[in-house]
Each structure stands twice: as C-alpha cells, then as structure tokens.
C-alpha cells in the first residue's frame, strides 16, 4: 500500500491560502516555500499534543532553516467542521503569537492527500529541485523535548546542506493522525 510520497520522489505542487500575514503572501506556492537550498514542508494543526508539545523546536528548525537557506511552511489539513480549533480563524490567531513562517490551509485536503501526511508534525524535507530526500519525524520525542535522545529532522537538514547523503532518510512521524473528513 502506497503511503504517499518518499524519499526521492518530486514533492507535489500547491498554492494554499496563508493564515499568517506578517510571512509570506495571501496565499503561496511550493515555489514560493523553497529557499536556495530547499524546504521543508511540515503537516501540522493547532490542537494536536504532539505539535503544541514541539512548538518551541519547531520555531528553531525554522530559524535553522532559514540559516540554512531553506525554506519552511506549516500545512493545517485538519478537518475544521469536527476540529473547530483547527479552523482559519484559530489558525490566524496561532500565526499572530509569533510564528516565523508561512502557516497554509489545505481545506480540501488534497495536498495532505498528495504528500500522503499521515500525522501531525510530520517533514517533508526537499532538495531544491523540489525531491524529497527526509520525510518523518523531527525526533523521538515530540511532546517532550527533554527525553529527546535523536534529532533526525536537524542531522537531515545539515545533511542537506553539506551536500551529504542523509544516513536516515525515512522515519515514522510521532503524533495525532490527520483529521480527514468525513
């Protein structure tokens, strides 16, 4: 059974309206995402656990990102009906307490679809051609950065931008499932 896209597939285009106006344009692009040296495209929510117990790491990875020439954009793919705390509103009040990048709203949910997101956090991290070369999880402990002992997102990303191949290109991400609807 496929699980969507892996490690060396081409990452499925997008443009998504954007909840966060201080990053970013009204709406963007996977080209507009991707920085000199890539992207890293995150599946993400407002009231999952795992993503509000990570939310601190998840602001480095995208200020390392961003050092690293890369770009970073959050998805909500999250069904709004039956998880109201997901829906545009809350995402543009999560996006106004600080969020450095691009928060999008697949309300369809066809590009959590295409990408095959299974949970929230889950990275997809891209080359700058656009393949995918790290998919899963940022590390072995989403809700508690103290009793983290892995960090397969950054040794990916610093992979990347040393030009080497990445040792651990595909893990399972740790968190709520995505929302799908009904």
């Known amino acids: 059974m496929s699980r969507g896209i892996e490690p060396g597939d081409q990452a499925p ?10 990053v970013g344009g009204e709406s963007m692009t996977l080209s507009d995402a991707m920085g000199d040296n890539g992207a890293i495209v ?3 929510c407002n009231h999952c656990p795992y ?7 998840i602001e480095n990875a995208a200020a390392r990102a961003r050092e690293l020439g890369m770009g970073f954009v959050g ?3 999250n069904d709004p009906i039956m998880y109201e705390s997901d829906n545009w509103d809350s995402m543009v009040k999560r996006a106004g307490k600080g969020m450095s990048y691009a928060y999008l709203h697949d309300e369809t949910q066809a590009i959590a679809h295409a ?10 991290l891209l080359d700058s051609n656009g393949a995918v070369v790290y998919r899963g999880r940022m590390d072995d402990s989403p809700r508690n950065p ?10 990916a990303m610093s992979a990347l931008a040393a ?5 651990n290109a595909r893990t399972d991400s740790i968190g709520c499932s995505v929302k799908w609807k009904q």
């Open 51 to 57: 993503v509000v117990g990570s939310e601190g790491r």
């Open 75 to 77: 998805i909500n793919s």
């Open 115 to 124: 990408y095959g997101a299974e949970r929230t956090p889950e990275f997809y």
């Open 13 to 22: 285009d997008f443009e998504l309206p954007n909840a966060n106006a201080a």
């Open 42 to 44: 995150m599946f993400t």
């Open 146 to 155: 103290m009793d983290a002992t892995t960090d397969e997102l950054g040794d």
């Open 163 to 167: 030009g080497d191949s990445i040792a």
